[in-house]
């Protein structure tokens, strides 16, 4: 009798510290919202403030309207300020990190809470180990390897490579295997080169059957000592040199140390056969767990070059464009830029920041400003609005102005990385802990309403289990596919219509008066059609690889929808189910997109090209436009048949992804499900499960563990 009367007196004990705990939460959570509203008003001014700061004026009420009024009218946060709010966000980062830390491994032995454990704390480990990735895009000799070194604050990379060999160079925190100053150096592979032969030997209109066998043709090439296609004539002379010098080293990958990294870089018989190389630096820069990437430029020749930029371009965490100073925007240029704009529309934040290096150069701030104009205007045309633009010198160790200027970007760049990313997982990180808490809470309320009537309880659980599972193995999400489905048609209608809305100028550039002059009029035509075709189909990939960054978002958002309709689905049967659901995963294969059309038979365009008998009648007399016509026609069912396959094989990628993916997720849901279930039930018949989380509750609540 004395057992069962204890047994009840801990119970009401139990039940008045719920009561309270849930009381005070509910102060707390009025409070809150106090501050945040407070804060709003201090901090997040509308345009509804001037008209409340006149009432305030009017009024007299002068302490609170100095305060308001200052923070309505400081545009820029004091040094002194910023300084307190990084300070600050330390310690709520150095908090939560420690409030994740004590919750999983407080929870993970109590049963049902297993996988949030796991997810606690694989989400505090990818807050601690977080490393960023910065890219530098830009044309070659604009300065990128200089602006480089500059960040780096050591002339680490050697400047000025050559256009058609530049490798991805990386340079990356050292680690227990890569200790300061090792290098890893990739040499591609023999069909990766091959790839790189072909595409060069086609501007020739030559044909090889293997990369062996393209050897005398290339050799043939350099000794008709032609003008047309420079670049591809430097590659290959670069590349017989170092084929028999290197052939053993191709597929392989050797770590050797930084001394030796001019001889990779600058030496191109090497760099033309080298893929890439990772250079493990310590600095300031890649303390804060930076990854610092210097890619070729937006000039290259090289698909491979533009496909691995793209790659760069979709996974960094900020994008860095280096332009130089007294260089105009080249054609190149224009292009890659209209690129980054297709990305940005699709992009969830801003990562983009535009460099206007050797500011040395000026004569005065005047012409600065000038240069800071033009660059903003292009960009603005380029579908890049409000860029971020700084202007430095890779000389900043020369003059205060130049220093001061570098600095003032590195702080806009580690804040916008740092802070920014860090605030949004922050936010994740302490809403997780906070609901776990709140589960807690909520498991030992309802353990000790229903502890009355345990036996039916327990047999009402395992019928609800059953269910609930049932509910996740037949969840159809067949719908959402279909949606997938029909945004990848409409994406690739859109693509159509963007390239053709272009058409013309790609046809004026290739069929410009400066080629078609007159004097041998099949090889000029031949040569104009060459480098219509050669456009078309670059802008063609590139419009594709950006439509795969919007069909990627769209993806993800039905990835949430499937999920959220799944756990509302499941709380009409169990309103205090959890199931924590990750981001969907990139796609596990690399699309590539290679456009046929510059392999396309001159013979098909024999009627339009007929059009052209001299340059006069053809810019003067508007046959160019009847050529243009001609064109449009054959071209609009050529793309028409290309875009139908290409939509077929990205409607094949992510349906077998979202295949894939749902079957994951759906084996992850039914642990969850058996892992909360399987808690309900201790609580029920296991005592020291209900004590163990009232225990940790009370340290919570008495602030002896979670930092407040």
Not at 89 to 115: A, H, P, R, V, Y
């Amino acid at each position: 009798m004395d057992k069962i009367k204890g047994l009840e007196r801990k119970n009401s004990e139990l039940e008045q510290f719920i009561a309270a705990m849930y009381h005070k939460q509910t102060i707390l959570d009025e409070w809150e919202k106090s501050e945040q509203k407070e804060y709003e008003l201090l901090h997040e001014p509308t345009e509804e403030y001037p008209l409340f700061l006149d009432l305030l004026i009017e009024k007299e009420a002068k302490p609170i309207k100095g305060m308001l009024i200052k923070a309505v009218e400081t545009q820029e946060a004091t040094p002194q300020r910023e300084k307190m709010q990084k300070n600050e966000q330390q310690l709520d980062k150095n908090k939560i990190l420690t409030n994740m830390q004590f919750l999983s491994e407080q929870i993970q032995d109590i049963k049902g809470f297993k996988q949030i454990a796991a997810n606690l704390k694989k989400k505090g480990d990818s807050i601690l180990n977080k490393q960023y990735t910065i890219c530098l895009f830009g044309a070659f000799s604009a300065g990128k390897s200089s602006f480089a070194n500059a960040l780096l604050d050591y002339p680490l990379l050697p400047v000025s490579p050559n256009p058609t060999t530049a490798a991805i160079n990386r340079i990356v925190p050292i680690d227990d295997q890569h200790p300061h100053g090792t290098i890893v150096v990739l040499w591609k592979n023999e069909q990766q080169i091959w790839r790189e032969i072909k595409e060069h030997l086609q501007l020739f209109k030559k044909e090889a059957a293997n990369l062996t066998e393209s050897i005398p043709v290339i050799k043939e090439l350099i000794q008709k000592q032609t003008t047309d296609f420079k670049a591809s004539i430097r590659y290959f002379q670069f590349f017989l040199q170092g084929y028999e010098k290197n052939k053993e080293l191709l597929g392989r990958e050797i770590q050797t140390d930084y001394t030796k990294l001019e001889q990779y870089v600058a030496l191109e018989e090497n760099s033309c056969l080298i893929a890439s190389i990772d250079v493990y630096f310590e600095c300031e820069f890649t303390k804060k767990g930076m990854i610092l990437i210097d890619t070729p430029g937006g000039d290259s020749i090289n698909t491979r070059h533009t496909e691995v930029s793209f790659e760069y371009m979709k996974e960094a965490d900020s994008i860095v464009y280096v332009s130089y100073y007294n260089h105009s925007f080249s054609k190149a240029d224009k292009s890659f830029l209209l690129q980054l704009g297709r990305m940005k529309d699709a992009m969830e934040t801003d990562k983009m920041f535009f460099v206007i290096n050797a500011i040395d150069l000026a004569q005065d701030e005047q012409e600065i400003q000038a240069v800071a104009n033009y660059v903003a205007d292009q960009l603005q045309e380029h579908g890049i609005f409000q860029p971020r633009i700084s202007l430095v010198s890779s000389l900043y160790y020369q003059k205060k102005e130049f220093s001061d200027r570098l600095l003032q970007f590195k702080e806009q760049l580690f804040a916008f990385i740092e802070e920014d990313w860090m605030a949004m997982m922050l936010r994740s990180a302490k809403t997780d802990c906070e609901k776990t808490v709140e589960l807690l809470q909520r498991l030992v309320q309802s353990a000790l309403d229903k502890k009355a009537e345990k036996h039916q309880e327990e047999q009402r659980l395992k019928e609800e289990h059953h269910k609930i599972a049932e509910m996740i193995k037949g969840f159809d999400t067949d719908y959402l596919q279909q949606k997938i489905q029909m945004e990848i048609e409409e994406q690739l209608f859109y693509v159509k219509q963007r390239i053709f809305f272009r058409f013309t100028d790609f046809l004026v550039d290739a069929f410009h008066p400066s080629v078609l002059k007159g004097e041998n009029k099949t090889n000029e035509l031949q040569r104009a059609l060459d480098q219509f075709l050669r456009t078309f189909s670059y802008e063609m990939e590139q419009e594709l690889r950006a439509t795969t960054l919007r069909i990627e978002n769209f993806y993800e958002k039905k990835q949430q929808e499937a999920c959220e309709i799944l756990l509302n689905k499941l709380k009409q049967k169990n309103e205090e189910i959890v199931l924590q659901f990750a981001k969907a995963s990139k796609s596990e294969e690399n699309i590539t997109f290679y456009a046929p059309f510059r392999e396309m038979d001159y013979s098909l365009f024999k009627k339009a090209l007929a059009y052209f008998k001299n340059p006069k009648a053809f810019f003067e007399k508007n046959e160019r436009k009847k050529l243009a016509d001609e064109m449009q026609k054959i071209m609009d069912e050529y793309s028409q048949t290309y875009l139908k396959k290409e939509t077929a094989v990205l409607e094949s990628v992510y349906l077998e992804q979202w295949n894939k993916e749902e079957m994951e997720k759906q084996k992850e849901f039914l642990l969850q499900a058996a892992d909360y279930y399987e808690g309900k039930l201790a609580l029920l018949t296991e005592e020291e499960q209900v004590e163990k989380i009232v225990c940790l509750l009370k340290e919570i609540e008495e602030g002896k563990q979670l930092v407040q």
